[in-house]
Structure formats: C-alpha cells, structure tokens
C-alpha cells in the first residue's frame, strides 16, 4: 500500500489549464476504473472532484476533468480560478477492500 | 442533509488507547460503507479502515499492524476508530468518510477531530 505519486507543486496562472499526474502501480490505478480526485483548502475536509478516472459528481465544477492512461491518471483544472488555489489528492482502490491515496499537490493560482 | 461528526480526539500519552466516535445523520446509515482517514499536521491524507454497512467486514491499512479496530452501532447510527499502542506518529485530524451506494469513492466527509500524541 504505498502512496500514488503526485506532483508536491503545480502552479498557474487565472485562467491557464493545469494537470496533476498521478502515478500508480498495476495493483491500483493501472488495474481498476475507481480513481477519485478530492479537493482540500487548509483547515478544510477534502472534496470530492472526479470519481470513476473521470465522472463529475453533480455540482462540481465543468472545469475540472479527470483521465487514465495506464498507470497514471490525471486531473486536469480549465480556466483556473483564485478559488481553485488548495491541496488537490487523488485515490486509487488497491484490492482486497484496500485504498491508497496520492501524496498530495498543492495548486497555486499565481 | 448529511452530517458525519467526529468526536473523541485530544491529547494521549504515548503507549495509550483512544476511541474516535463519528455521528452520522442525513442518510440510512445501515445502507454504506464507511471509513476513517487521517492526516497528520502538513501531511497527505491517509487511508485506514473500512467497515460493510453491517458491520461483518472490516478491512485496515497494513501500517496499522493490528493496533487499530474499526465497529460500528447501527442503532444509534455511529461508527468507532479503537486505537492502541498510540505513538507520536498517530498525531493527526481523523476524518470519518461516508462511502458513495454507487461507486468506490467517499461522497462525505466529517470534518475531523484531532489527536495528539505527546507526552
């Protein structure tokens, strides 16, 4: 059960597209279609963003998508925003009722 | 409108136990999974229990090595973290985290509840 790998840092500027990578093992990211994205501003509970690689729960942003290729599944943020400035984590199901999150990225809205 | 409430977090010595209670609200909660997450201060989230809507399947992180039961009370809609052997490792917010009916993904969360290991 080690943790994905994400980016420590992304950075952009408003209004600039940016994509988190997070990178797994053929036991979690690569072996399920069960990578969810959360989003998490300081001193807050996390969000949920993406569930699925890439479905948008109702309410959440247009902006945000997710995507997989392989071992690595993605978040990308369109027409970043003040607002989307926070710690970004993405989740994998790793078998046997198991789960791992990512390291965790922080975005910074430049 | 869902409610999940931790409680339960402080200060423990170090070789100590502590009990985390989470309250839920707003949903049937004999239909989901549920979980408990931690965070440590300036650290990632982690992953570290499960337990079936009734309560016969529990599954943990295996960094816990067995220190760590997850239950839970369906009468009185709350679900349990027993922690053992606490080490100033355990510090962290704990958050409960209610599981979605339709796919592998926490669709709640509780705004957790922080526990100190110290001295």
């Known amino acids: 059960q080690s943790a994905l790998t994400q980016p420590a840092s992304v950075s952009g500027s408003p209004g600039q597209s940016i994509t988190i990578s997070c990178t797994g093992t053929?036991?979690?990211?690569?072996?399920?279609?069960?990578v969810s994205w959360y989003q998490q501003h300081p001193g807050k509970a996390p969000k949920l963003m993406i569930c699925e690689d890439n479905k948008r729960p109702s309410g959440v942003s247009t902006r945000f998508s997710g995507s997989k290729s392989g071992n690595t599944a993605s978040l990308t943020i369109s027409g970043l925003q003040a607002e989307d400035e926070a710690d970004y984590y993405c989740?994998?199901?790793?078998?046997?009722?198991?789960?791992?999150f990512g390291t965790g990225t922080k975005v910074t809205v430049l | 409108q869902v409610q999940l409430v931790e409680s339960g977090g402080g200060v423990v010595q170090p070789g100590r136990s502590l009990r985390l209670s989470c309250a839920a609200s707003?949903?049937?909660?004999?239909?989901?999974?549920m979980h408990w997450v931690r965070q440590a201060p300036g650290k990632g989230l982690e992953w570290l229990a499960v337990i079936s809507y009734d309560g016969n399947n529990k599954y943990y992180a295996d960094s816990l090595k067995g220190r760590f039961t997850i239950s839970r009370d369906n009468s009185k809609n709350m679900f349990y973290l027993q922690m053992n052997s606490l080490g100033a490792d355990d510090t962290a917010v704990y958050f409960c985290a209610k599981f979605s009916s339709s796919g592998y993904y926490f669709d709640y969360w509780g705004q957790g509840t922080l526990v100190t290991v110290s001295s």
């Open positions: 707003g949903f049937v909660f004999t239909n989901y999974v």
């Open positions: 053929s036991s979690d990211v690569g072996n399920y279609n069960l």
């Open positions: 989740c994998s199901y790793a078998g046997s009722s198991t789960y791992v």
